[in-house]
């Protein structure tokens, strides 16, 4: 039976339910793509078997969600699909960085831009793929794992407070690290540090903490290899000259001192004060001919075109007047340098006289004996500079000295273009001690002296005669009623050692 009334003297209490429980799981709708993010649904709260007919809030919520998923499925901006696509192109994958890995740093990355509302702002073409942004996260964890932690003043104090209760943590401690890790991107975790920020160095007052066995291995791998991490920290270069200076020095002459700083411009000329030296200088050597003072004033020319960079005809001319002067001082180590960049200027395309110079340059490489710089140059020649005269002079010359034809040799010396007999000059005495060895073989008894003078291509007898008694020949010169004779019988061994020992050696200053 059931009251309807109740009892008398029974006191009524409305009837309460029991407050909410919370359950031992969480319900989670399942995603449907990258771009949907987590969202905790809240809890099922009990209710009474009375109410079953109408259906749970929270129930509802995941249904619509599950459908602003299927919407969202399709919302994706076109810069993030590019994204995708450009990370899972062939051409992008990394052999040490898996799919799964690759995968879920993709969907990481896209997850942050949603949860912070900045998927269509971000700059998805600029974007470091995931698979860059993993081998960053993986150096960070080697510099980690390389560098030892450093014990502040503060450390000792939370390392006992943590070894009092492991289980606390304070709000301070999530503050500094991870709350900050939750709020950066994942792309700009590395690039927010400098080099030094990342480098934990240790400290100066203790000891310095032993290395691990791991840590060295690791170190013997990156010395192994090249393009590792370094570990010792480097001060940075300063940084290369922008452009060529430009020298405003409006002096004609300046002395020649090696650079053993940068420049100043200050102390450079600028070019159109360069010509009015260059002027100033060739009066000078037709007047004075003081080669020491020209050579140190070309020097310095030289230098001032240098520092500025100027590559141009006039450049050109200064090193041809240079080295034309060198040349008829015997300087071949001034020679040689103006010889050098002369090439480098003809194979830029400049203008200027680069038949002359090419054939000293095969005559310089007969003086020195240089076989393989010759047919080097000689293999540069085109077929119309072999026509040129000074060339095909100098290759003449070559021809007759490889075939022992020391009258052609001593003909074309006589009738040399341009300044080629002062290089010709500097190996003559040479090719005819050799000629005269020669001679010695091939004409025994003796041989009548102006014979020797027209064949060696002398001025004079007296000269040939001199040329003789300097390699202690005067014991094999006899005087005739009409002529002087040359006995060539007694006189072949003395040339053949000096013909070996003229050729053991050359002699020269500034050579390559």
Known sequence: MSWTVPPPGVQTMPYSYPPAINTAYTAVPVRQGFSQAYQAQPQYTYSSPANTSQSPTPSMGSSSD?????????????????????????????????????????????RFTQDHGTMYTTDWDSMPLPQAIIKNERQQALMQLMTPPVMTAAAPAAVVAAAVNPKKRKSSD????????????????????????????????????????????????QRRGDGGYQSSYRSPSPPPPTGPIVGFNQKLEKTYLRLTAAPKPADVRPEYILHQTLDLLKKKWRKDGNYNYICDQFKSLRQDLTVQRIRNEFTVSVYEIHARIALEKGDLGEYNQCQTQLRALYKAGLKGNSTEFKAYRILYFIHTANRTALNDAIADLTTA??????????????????????????????????????????????ERLAALANMCKAFKQELKLRYIT???????????????????????????????????????????????????????????
């Open 66 to 110: 599950h459908q602003q998923s299927q919407q969202q499925k399709f919302d994706w901006p076109d810069p993030v699909r590019r994204y995708v696509q450009r990370s899972f192109q062939s051409s992008n994958l990394d052999p040490s960085v898996d799919r799964l890995e690759l995968e879920a740093k993709l969907k990481e990355t896209i």
């Open 385 to 430: 500079e072999k026509e040129e005269r000074p060339i095909k002079h100098a290759l003449n010359v070559r021809s007759a000295l490889a075939l022992g034809n020391y009258h052609k040799f001593f003909q074309l010396y006589l009738d040399v273009p341009n300044m080629g007999a002062y290089l010709m000059d500097m190996f003559v005495k040479r």
């Open 174 to 221: 999530l503050s500094g690290t991870e709350a900050s890790d939750s709020n950066t991107a994942p792309w700009r975790a590395a690039k927010g540090l400098s080099l030094e920020d990342r480098i934990t160095k240790p400290s100066m007052d203790g000891p310095l903490p032993a290395k691990s066995k791991f840590q060295k291995n690791v170190e013997k791998r």
């Open 454 to 512: 027209e064949e060696l291509a002398f001025e004079s007898d007296a000269e040939a005669a001199q040329f003789i008694i300097d390699y202690s020949g005067e014991k094999c010169l006899q005087e005739r009623q009409d002529h002087i004779v040359f006995q060539t019988a007694k006189a072949a061994g003395d040339f053949e050692t000096a013909r070996a020992e003229a050729f053991s050696r050359v002699d020269l200053k500034g050579q390559i």
